[in-house]
Structure formats: C-alpha cells, structure tokens
C-alpha cells in the first residue's frame, strides 16, 4: 500500500512539474544569437534594463507542430512609469508569421503573435525613453497562450 501511495506521489509531481510555467531572471549579457529562450506558453522572465542602449531578446521555436496564436505581454513590474516597450516582433522560417499589438498602456504592452510551424518566435525589448531607464526596477514578459486584460 505504502509503495502505491509513494509511485502515486511522485506521479502528481512529475505531473504538476511539466504543467508548471517555466520562470526565470532574464540572463545579461545576452544577444541575438544568444537570447532567453521561451520552452513553452507561458513561461516567463523577469528582465531589468541596464542602460537605454540594453536591448533583451528572447526566442521560443514552435516545435508543437502545428501554428499557434499566443500572446506576448510585458510590464513594468515596479514602476510602471517606466514605459519599457516591445522594440521588435519577429518570426524566420519558412513561412512569414504575423503580428499585431493587441493593447499598448503606460507601463504594459501585448502583441497578438501568429507563429506558423516550426517558425521561431523573436522579440526584443528596451527602453522607451533615455530618461526612463531605471537598471533595478523590473518587468516580466510572458508568452501567454491566452490573452491578458486590456
Ligand atoms: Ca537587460
Ligand atoms: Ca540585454
């Protein structure tokens, strides 16, 4: 009884592990070839932005077989003022994927992001404005398979 109780208890945790979202710190340096990589729908990184020529990139590649919809949504996690954007949104592979910003608000921003097969997903972030850097406030940015509020 004991070792069906323990085989059930670590099925639930390898169950809750892989259906749990993937977070991290936002790695620094990091480039175009070298970008904070997205494993699956929302997974997130919290990023900081070190001075207005830092420019954060992260990557997810569609491996899911099929194309897919999600969303990609940033925020000023501390201070909003801030006003960190979406620099750039884009996808290579074979077939060109689409994008459309969704909202765009003082301190948070979403894009609608259509990613075909095996099409990988690019994108960039940085400051908005030189006189709105702060290198110790964060944000976080998601790829979210559903969309957040407006
Ligand atoms: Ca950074
Ligand atoms: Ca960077």
Same mark, same amino acid.
């Given at each position: ?5 323990? +085989?059930? $208890? ?10 749990? =979202?993937?977070? =991290? ?9 070298? !970008? ?16 207005? @020529?830092? +420019?954060? /990139? ?9 194309? %897919?919809?999600?969303?990609?949504? $940033? ?10 954007? #979406? ?5 290579? *592979?074979?077939?060109? *994927? @689409? ?12 894009? +609608? ?16 404005? !030189?006189? %709105? ?5 964060? /944000?976080? #940015?998601? $790829? ?7």
């Amino acid at each position: 009884m004991r070792k069906i109780a323990m +085989t059930l $208890l670590v099925f639930v945790m390898i169950v809750a592990g892989s259906s749990s =979202a993937f977070a =991290a710190t936002a790695m620094e340096p990091d480039s175009s070839s070298n !970008p904070n990589i997205f494993y699956a729908p929302n997974d997130y990184f919290t990023g900081t932005i070190s001075s207005y @020529s830092d +420019t954060d /990139y992260f990557r997810w590649t569609n491996d899911t077989g099929s194309a %897919k919809t999600y969303w990609v949504y $940033l925020y000023n996690l501390d201070d909003p003022s801030l006003d960190y954007w #979406i620099y750039s949104v884009s996808a290579s *592979g074979s077939s060109p *994927g @689409s994008f459309s910003q969704y909202f765009d608000q003082m301190g948070r921003e979403c894009w +609608t992001v259509y990613v075909p097969a095996n099409s990988v997903l690019n994108v960039e972030v940085r400051a908005s404005d !030189p006189s %709105k850097v702060n290198p110790t406030s964060r /944000y976080e #940015i998601v $790829l979210r398979s559903v969309p957040p509020a407006p």
